[in-house]
């Protein structure tokens, strides 16, 4: 079973930005992230109605990277604390060493390579640092960037993965993808 201890949280540096801890500051940016159409055109979320609801929702952040049962980064350029978007490790299964990942980024900065870029750091940590052997990641058949972006970070579509779901009406749009830990798979 894999072993997972997200303390001492890990901020994660790339060449533009740093991934970190969810903050309470982060509260008004990650509401009108969370707010905004474009960004949730794809997800079947609620909406958050104000900034305390938000609140809330980053100590529920906190208290699963503390109980090591999710692990949740707000990304940020280099030069600025601002959060600009969200990337995650949810759904982690310790008995067959998956998790899934998902992520969103405030529309204007979308379509600058910053997402590609804070994916494939959160890969390399997920497989050399949690040893991972595998991530998944489920998205809208119609959403066509965030296939792009997983396609482009050499994620697979998992048909096996969707078949296994079919019937399910809640994921009749969804389209799942995975990338195997190919350093552990060549050990085997």
């Known amino acids: 079973m894999l072993q997972v201890d997200f303390m001492p949280f890990s901020n994660l540096t790339t060449e533009h930005l ?19 159409k474009n960004v949730n055109k794809y997800l079947d979320r609620p909406l958050p109605d104000s900034i305390e609801e938000v609140a809330l929702f980053i100590d529920k952040l906190n208290k699963g990277i503390d109980e090591n049962t999710a692990l949740y980064w707000i990304i940020t350029l280099k030069d600025t ?11 982690i299964s310790k008995e067959n060493h998956t998790a899934e990942t998902g992520f969103e980024l405030i529309p204007a900065f ?16 997920g497989f050399n640092t949690l040893h991972f052997h595998s991530i ?3 998205t809208h ?3 066509y960037p965030s296939q ?5 970070n050499h994620f697979i579509r998992d048909t096996d993965l969707e078949a296994e779901n079919e019937g399910n009406e809640e994921l009749a ?5 995975s990338l195997a830990n190919t350093a552990y798979v060549n050990k085997q």
């Open 18 to 36: 740093v991934l970190r801890r969810p903050d309470i500051r982060d509260a008004k940016n990650m509401f009108a992230l969370r707010t905004d």
């Open 81 to 91: 604390t601002e959060l600009i978007g969200t990337i995650c490790y949810w759904n």
């Open 110 to 125: 979308q379509g600058k390579g910053i997402m590609r870029e804070a994916l494939s750091k959160v890969i390399e940590f």
């Open 136 to 138: 998944t990641a489920w």
């Open 141 to 143: 058949k119609d959403n």
């Open 148 to 152: 792009k972006l997983l396609e482009t």
């Open 173 to 177: 749009d969804t389209v799942i993808y």
